[in-house]
């Protein structure tokens, strides 16, 4: 029997919309006080970021709340890793695979989310070969952590 997976639908993604957009000043590109966070999927051919919101958590010292949209072309595929963080995506646009460390993978398609937990390896990459995946994801991480872990070359 496959384990259950976390995949939520459009009203947790909505949640976590309307929390970070209560977050004063998540309307800006970005927060002039946080320091730059690196973004390995930038360096990868095929993958695009987007940061859309990067602030300060307030009544949380050193949190970094981060709303990002990222653009996988056909085919593109992100290697396996692992979050210090949680993350939650939203898929746009498109499918995309998941696929946790020993586990079968999963599709998310427009409209799906996924809770994808602190230290889980995975790999995650777009189902299509002709057409693009949009999505965004959201992290709460802490002020200067890395987010994303790589564990193969």
Not at 28 to 40: D, F, K, N, V, Y
Not at 47 to 76: M, N
Not at 94 to 106: F, H, I, L, R, S
Not at 119 to 133: D, E, I, M, Q
């Amino acid at each position: 029997m496959k384990e259950k997976r976390d995949v939520l639908r459009r009203p947790a993604a909505l949640l976590a919309w309307a929390l970070l957009l209560s977050i004063p000043g998540a309307g800006a590109q970005e927060h002039p006080a946080a320091p730059e966070l690196p973004r390995p999927p930038a360096e990868i051919p095929g993958i695009t970021p987007e940061v859309l919101v990067r602030t300060g958590v307030p009544g949380a010292p050193g949190k970094i709340a981060i709303a990002t949209r990222v653009t996988y072309q056909p085919g593109a595929r992100i290697r396996k890793h692992y979050h210090t963080s949680q993350i939650v995506f939203y898929i746009i646009e498109g499918a995309m695979m998941v696929q946790d460390e020993g586990k079968d993978p999963v599709t998310l398609k427009a409209g799906d989310s996924l809770l994808i937990k602190p230290g889980t390896v995975h790999a995650h990459w777009n189902a299509s070969t002709t057409a693009k995946l949009v999505f965004t994801e959201f992290i709460l991480v802490d002020e200067g952590q890395r987010s994303t872990v790589f564990t193969e070359q």
